[in-house]
């Protein structure tokens, strides 16, 4: 048997669309940032301005290397702002970008979620490494 790989899928036709993904202003606790990370059963939020555009993101490792590296009380990091502690400048693709091109990025940068951006920086959704998978592999013959 052998699986044919679906190579004209794009990001936009598989991305969580911008209301399903993890997001929070960068005045958020780092508490309740972990809380919607929690709630939304992803390892990563999304940091935006007022105008949707992406500020940053942490995900569950960036949250692991925090506090390791941090030195003061866990309940005064849990309360700093999610901004202090946010990647400025992650690793984004747009809606046109071939969705097996993303997932050769999340392959090399051992990813598992990719902000969407437009040529602004808004964010419009995220993808998600599952996801991008079952739909490449789906409806083989």
Not at 36 to 48: A, K, S, T, Y
Not at 57 to 64: A, F, K, M, Q, V
């Given at each position: ?8 899928i794009?990001?936009?036709?598989v ?34 301005d ?19 590296r941090?030195?003061?009380?866990f ?45 602004s ?14 739909a ?6």
């Amino acid at each position: 048997m052998s699986i044919q790989i679906k190579k004209d899928i794009t990001v936009s036709d598989v991305m969580m669309g911008v209301s399903e993904t993890p997001k929070t202003c960068n005045q958020t606790f780092l508490k309740e940032a972990i809380d919607i990370m929690d709630q939304n059963r992803l390892g990563i939020i999304c940091v935006v301005d007022s105008s949707g555009k992406l500020e940053g993101i942490i995900t569950d490792g960036d949250i692991r290397r925090i506090l390791t590296r941090v030195q003061k009380p866990f309940a005064a990091v849990l309360s700093d702002d999610v901004n202090a502690y946010a990647i400025k400048n992650p690793i984004t693709v747009n809606l046109d970008t071939l969705l097996t091109d993303a997932i050769d990025i999340m392959g090399q940068r051992k990813i598992w979620d990719l902000p969407v951006l437009d040529s602004s920086g808004k964010l419009l959704g995220l993808l998600h490494l599952h996801r991008a998978i079952e739909a490449l592999l789906s409806n083989n013959a």
